[in-house]
């Protein structure tokens, strides 16, 4: 686990993961009217079970390095949190221009 500090404030961005469940659940009670506005996770929060469920599947991507979920926290307390819902390592790697001639490119194929 880390923790990278985001201000003299005492803001905190940590990896969210399934121990954390609880302080999740009551982070989605504390802001579920605005958050649902906006994306569907408080309708996939709704107890403990389901932020455990929710929390593991981010660790089972994270595992696969498919996707991630971070924390913000602030004197200890989560207030919100960064998601990257898919990732590929391999959208990273350079491709040809459509249209251009298949050549290969240095360092891949």
Sequence with gaps: MFAISLGADGTELRPLEPWRAEEFLA?????????????????AVTDLPSSRAYLQAYAEKVAADTGRIYGIWVDGTLVGGVLFRTMSSNAARPRPAAGSSRRRWAGGS
């Design 27 to 43: 982070h989605m009670e504390r802001g579920r009217e605005f958050v649902g506005r906006y994306i569907a996770l408080p309708d």
